[in-house]
């Protein structure tokens, strides 16, 4: 494997040889990958950069990290990203960022909830993994893979597949979503990744201890705190902003 460059991290370099891998032995869609273990002896590297390449691989849908069964090719690397239903999705998002704000708030304070009394150890090592790629990718002021990653092990920790569904779309919405660009284009200055990075070690520790009701606050307060960042940067007189219209929805509604 030669050594990667300033502008390719180990785990992106990983991704690409995968990539490769998959057109030259001319996998099909629905064919079984070789297990982690093997992967990272074929490409003499260590499994947690191997975990991070499998992670940024499956958020880019061309495989699926089935627990306990393997890893499944879902689209070749040749073929166009996206399905109809993916690429017909964006047209229809006319939500402001603080409608899909308060919308994540809901959805996902639960879904870490769920998925504190549902997580194995190979969850725990996937969130901790793409912990890592987001420590990665603020080390070089990249895209922000790692935060993707980390939202999406929480989902897939719950183990239920329209939770996992749910929060694909919603991450879909966000991604392509133009008043949620515009308003990003302001945030400049990069603390925030910071900050966010250590809410969202707050969140793996509840995670890791089972306690479903930190979780579920934990969650809930990274993504108050996105909202506060972001109503900070926008401009309150603008026709489109709707901060106003979509507080957050407080969790202390449920007594333990």
């Known amino acids: 494997m030669k050594p990667s460059t300033p502008q390719q991290r180990p785990y992106q370099e990983v991704g690409a040889l995968l990539r490769a891998m998959i057109i030259d032995k001319a996998y099909r869609t629905g064919d079984r990958l070789p297990p982690e273990r093997e992967i990272a002896e074929l490409l003499a590297v260590s499994r947690t950069v ?69 997580a194995t150890r190979d969850d725990i090592m996937k969130m901790r993994a793409a912990l890592h790629m987001q420590q990665q990718d603020l080390a070089s002021d990249s895209h922000e893979e790692g935060d993707q990653a980390f939202h999406l092990a929480i989902a897939e920790a719950t183990h239920n597949t329209m939770l996992v569904e749910l929060f694909k779309q919603s991450w879909q919405w966000r991604e392509n979503n133009p008043m949620w660009i515009q308003l990003h284009r302001h945030l ?29 606050l934990a969650m809930w307060q990274h993504l108050e705190n996105v909202k506060n960042r972001l109503l900070a940067m926008s401009d309150v007189d603008d026709i489109n902003f709707d901060g106003y219209l979509f507080e957050s929805w407080p969790p202390t509604i449920r007594q333990e």
């Open 188 to 216: 400049k200055d990069t603390q925030y990744r910071k900050e966010w990075l250590v809410d969202h070690q707050q969140i793996l520790a509840a995670l890791i201890k089972k306690d479903a009701r930190a979780a579920r």
């Open 50 to 118: 191997v975990r991070e390449a499998l992670i940024m691989l499956e958020l880019e849908g061309i495989i699926d990290v089935r627990r306990g069964a393997g890893i499944y090719i879902t689209r070749l690397p040749t073929d166009p990203a996206g399905s109809p239903a993916r690429t017909t999705a964006p047209q229809c998002n006319n939500a402001g960022p603080f409608e899909l704000l308060q919308a994540r708030q809901l959805l996902e304070s639960n879904i870490a909830e769920f998925a504190a009394l549902q």
